[in-house]
């Protein structure tokens, strides 16, 4: 065991230290995750904080303006502009000085007074649909609770309550997600060059005329970008519980127990790319190419389940979402062992293929 | 005779730069492949609008009152209902992620409507704020659209009267497709993508063989083995553009309301940028190693989640608009999205432009710096 375990022991210090010898290296280690999660976390937001409008009122009477006072005191909707007739609307929607218009026509009050029902039009700017919708749910609801006040309780109300999530902000979903992602590409992208820089060097020639066996190379590589993986992990990890401060629901073991398997599985694959390159020019290439579907086919951005049926097959061979998913369950919804058990079986398939396969590829594939 | 100088030798570096390019046949087809890969993945993979989300309804009270109620929610492309009984079955499936949200029917339900004032309950799963807000939007239609059913049925008043309705429409994306902005932004990501991983490791490469240093004692000039770098790839650029554009166009059917012309010049400008920003990070870390780290940490996701691309800048706090101002994602971004879903823009296509011009030149230059005749 000792013999085994010495060589690998030596083989990771020597990786680690070409990690962390240059500054810029050592840098590139530790910043890269820091300042992802902070600027993604407060950057990557689906919910509307400042939707700023225009106004074309034909009306020109006391329930409009009770209306739109009751749209400033949201807080998310900024009066830019009062129009004064319908060919100033293209104008502002055009050059995207607002983000939708509300129309009153000359006989809204009139209407609303005789009982009849009073069409109110919302121009919205299309170019981000996502942005468009979700201005145009809040206007509803803020319309309805002005029909409530108008009108009375309609004769069934829903109480709605989000669980894990209570406030539905988008940032619960997103950055949880992100102790998973961020940490993968960097992972992957170390494992990757690890190899192919020494074929490219000529070192790793030698190092397959050491006594070393492919598993004990496989292991020493392997173990440095994992320790990395989970680094990165734990920098996120820290940010989003004490920075953004998410509440963690479920048990830090097991989160890191997922984690573990997660990176594992990820740099499975970088080491088979790696194994694969003659230069580091094809590694990066190949890691390129394969980040992409990773991080589109992982339920990063939108749920797998809006996805076709074809694709959302293929994300079995994707250890992403499956850590993603393990990450975000365990994290918010506090879920144990039992429920996200599922999750680990993908991730460590992936593991089981890809490392043997890689210590396989070193030695059937010189260049 | 200067000029003529100038010509031989980039000719000369040209012929060096394309054979190297296709010799490396990797190079060369994840160059070509990438984009139609992204593009598929893209437009099929990522998707906003929400379809059959599981959802449990829990009929506690067993009236016909009740169940007429939800009959709205059968048959619903956003919603897949599961009936059942009792609560903690309910709550059991959404624990497990059976289902996204709980419809909860209490057993005094049609007590209290007859008083007019009876209560739905709904539980959703948080954790996917979207598909939560679909569900919760989609059960009070369908509440609402029974409200209204009952009213013409006892001969009321309709619902609508004496209050405000709102009619919406959605300019330049009447569909409401998230598609159609997600596919132009799309080629601003294909060629941040290119620029980064073609032409980050080319200086890089060349400094860690050493053959730079010979370079040095021949008559080339930097701004000569710059521009020799990125002519070839340029040329894998523009194809790839075409790639998408007609993709953008034939497969997804994303209106082109601007001119070919103007998109082209849009697209190219960016596409040089993102060239010569590979090729100064190239340059700034002379080591493969950290050039491939920098490019894949500077390209990848800061276009995709700070650029405009799906995130609305409109919704970011100050100080990150003001980072993702530093982009030229972000200049290229709107610039695109506006050429396609609004038509021709000129103001805004000569504003982002020259500031896309400016990155161009100032990156340039700057690569040509890293590359001047000193060892180091």
Known sequence: MLDFMAPVVFLCRKELLMLVKEPASRALIFLPALLQSLLFGYGATYDLTNAPYAVLDQSGGA???????????????????????????????????????????????????????????????????????????????????????????????????????????????????????????????????????????????????????????????????????????TTIFLIIRFWFQIPLNGSVWLLYLGLLSFTTAAVGIGLSISALSVSMQQAMLYTFLLIMPLMLLSGLMSPVSNMPRVLQIATYANPLRFGMDLVRRVYLEGAGLHEVGFDFVPMLCIAAVTLPLAAWLFRNRLA | MRSSGFGRRFVALLRKETRQLVRDRSNLAVGLLLPVLLILLFGYGLSFDVTNAPVAIVLEDRSPQARDVLAGLEGSPYIAPVWTTDMPDAVRRMRSGEVRGVIRIPVDFSEQLARGQAKVQLLVNGVETNTAATIESYVSGAVNVWAGRQADRVGDESPGAGSVVVISRMWFNEASSSTWYLVPGLIALVLTLIGAFLTSLLIAREWERGTLESMFVTPVRPLEMVLAKLAPYLVIGIIDLIVCLLAARFIFHVPIRGSLGAIALASVLYLIVSLSLGLFISGATRNQFQASQVALLASFMPALMLSGFIFDLRNMPVVIRVVSQLLPATHFMPLIKTLFLTGNNWPMLAREGSILALYGVVLIAASRRSLRKRLV
């Open chain 1, 63 to 233: 329930a409009s303006t009770r209306l739109l006072s009751k749209l400033t005191g949201t807080g998310v909707f900024h009066r830019v502009a009062t129009l004064r007739s319908t060919t100033e609307i293209a104008n502002v929607i055009d050059r995207g000085q607002a983000l939708l218009v509300l129309s009153f026509p000359a006989d809204f009050e009139s209407r609303l007074a005789s009982g009849q029902a009073a069409p109110l039009q919302m121009i919205l700017d299309g170019r981000n649909s996502t942005t468009a919708g979700a201005a145009a749910g809040q206007i509803g609801a803020v319309v309805a609770a002005y029909n409530q006040e108008r009108n009375g309780v309609p004769p069934i109300t829903i109480e709605r309550r989000a669980w894990y999530n209570p406030n539905l902000e988008s940032r619960w979903n997103m950055l949880p997600a992100l102790i998973a992602a961020l940490s993968m590409l960097q992972t992957l992208l170390l494992a990757a060059l690890s190899v192919a820089r020494e074929r490219e060097q000529g070192t790793f020639d030698q190092l397959l005329v050491t006594p070393l066996t492919p598993m004990q190379i496989l292991i020493g590589k392997a173990l440095p970008s994992i320790l990395v993986g989970l680094l990165q992990s």
